[in-house]
């Protein structure tokens, strides 16, 4: 038995305490949790300072990825958002931009 078979499975009711950095890796989450989850972290990323986040959310098939980016899309705290270089998790993350939304058209 592997030490992940004895791993929980995240609930999407279930409440998630993450340390917020200025990267957060969503391969733990399921799929149905990472939009709540990426709203959230972004609102304590605000909170703690960042104006540039990672958000890593894996290559496969791009499924993922275009969620996260399509929420980016029409998120009023992000300013704008690309795939990362190669040199900063490639196609398999995506990094944002921050700014409070009543600072929006302020820059």
């Known amino acids: 038995m592997s030490p992940f078979d004895e791993s929980p499975q995240p609930d999407s009711e279930a409440v998630y305490e993450v340390p917020i ?3 957060f890796d969503l391969h733990p989450y399921r799929p149905a949790d ?3 989850m990426v ?10 300072g960042f104006v540039e986040v ?5 290559k496969g ?6 969620q996260v980016q ?3 899309d029409r998120d009023p705290r ?6 990362a270089p190669a040199t900063r998790g490639g196609w398999g993350a995506t990094l944002a931009w921050l700014q409070k939304p ?3 058209g302020e820059n």
């Not at 709203?39 to 703690?48: C, F, R, S």
């Not at 992000?78 to 795939?83: A, F, K, N, T």
């Open 54 to 58: 990672r958000l890593i959310h894996g």
């Open 61 to 66: 098939k791009g499924v993922q990825r275009a």
């Open 70 to 72: 399509a929420f980016l």
């Open 21 to 23: 950095e200025d990267a």
């Open 102 to 104: 009543d600072s929006a």
């Open 39 to 48: 709203d959230a972290y972004l609102e304590a990323a605000l909170d703690k």
């Open 78 to 83: 992000v300013s704008r958002w690309q795939s």
């Open 34 to 36: 990472v939009l709540r």
